[in-house]
């Protein structure tokens, strides 16, 4: 039986943790917390040392908006 971040509950989407999104976006694991907390990026708060998950079609919608926006997701 598989968890919920292997599984995206249940959608057939592995979630990612803070350091795989930050590894994919060549920023600091606080960089992701700080667009998880002002509702840049949308995550799943797991509470405790578990921190969040992020679905991949999230980080996609995330980097798709400030590519329209002309922003760079290291900000």
């Known amino acids: 039986m ?3 971040a292997d599984s995206g509950a249940g959608d057939g989407e592995r979630l990612l943790t803070v350091a795989e999104v930050a590894d994919h976006l060549r920023v600091t694991d606080e960089a992701v917390r ?3 907390r002002r509702g840049e ?3 799943i708060p797991l509470g405790g040392p578990a921190g969040w ?3 991949p079609s999230e980080l996609e919608r995330f980097l798709a908006e400030r590519e329209r926006r002309g922003g760079d997701a290291r900000h």
Do not use: I
């Open 2 to 4: 598989s968890s919920a």
């Open 41 to 43: 990026l949308r995550g």
């Open 53 to 55: 998950r992020v679905r």
């Open 34 to 36: 700080r667009y998880l």
